[in-house]
């Protein structure tokens, strides 16, 4: 099974590991010990970090003997890895965002029904009523995931219609392009 976007914003959306991501990203190549001394965490944790973002595409491990490196390399595999994967290291390097603001943009991603939501939006079902029948969701469950996509600045409303808002920053510009060309929702 391929990964999706909104697992991969889930695996993505916490601290330790957008630090791990960050620690990787920095070095180009780095042993799990490294990357747990450098994050303060321990082995294990570590290890499970780094597999996880393995998994979802954004590194690559390799084994030399005893040792396992991580590099920042996104799988081709995964089609959405490398656009993500480059937004990610610039957000983390930047100093205009903060790593609670790229969880914060992350975040309104790690649903599906949130990605079914913006895809609707924007191919113009733009009343709740619309949206809810597009998405096949409750009302109550609309209500719910609009207001994080609302409070993440991804959809507005005016005049009792929905649409997409302008992207605040480079990754969630990204974020938007990959929600509404993902072609699976696995």
């Known amino acids: 099974m391929k990964p999706s976007l909104w697992r991969t914003a889930r695996v993505l959306a916490n601290l330790r590991r957008l630090r791990v991501l960050h620690a990787v990203s920095r070095s180009g190549r780095i042993s799990v010990s490294a990357v747990a001394a450098q994050c303060r965490l321990s082995l294990p944790n570590a290890t499970q970090m780094l597999r996880a973002l393995q998994a979802r595409g954004l590194l690559r491990a390799q084994r030399v003997g005893g040792w396992v490196f991580y590099s920042p390399d996104p799988d081709p595999a995964v089609a959405f890895a490398r656009p993500l994967a480059a937004a990610l290291r610039t957000a983390l390097s930047a100093d205009a965002q903060t790593r609670r603001d790229i969880l914060r943009q992350l975040t309104a991603y790690t649903h599906h029904r949130r990605i079914a939501i913006v895809r609707a939006v924007s191919a113009g079902s ?7 029948r ?3 969701i409750s009302a109550q469950a609309l209500t719910r995931h609009l207001d994080k996509l609302q409070r993440r600045g991804v ?3 005016r005049d009792e219609h929905l649409l997409l808002l302008t992207p605040a920053s480079p990754l969630a510009a990204t974020l938007l392009t990959l929600a509404l060309t993902e072609t699976t929702e696995a």
């Open 126 to 132: 733009q009343t709740k009523p619309a949206v809810a």
């Open 134 to 136: 597009a998405c096949r």
């Open 155 to 157: 959809i507005g409303e």
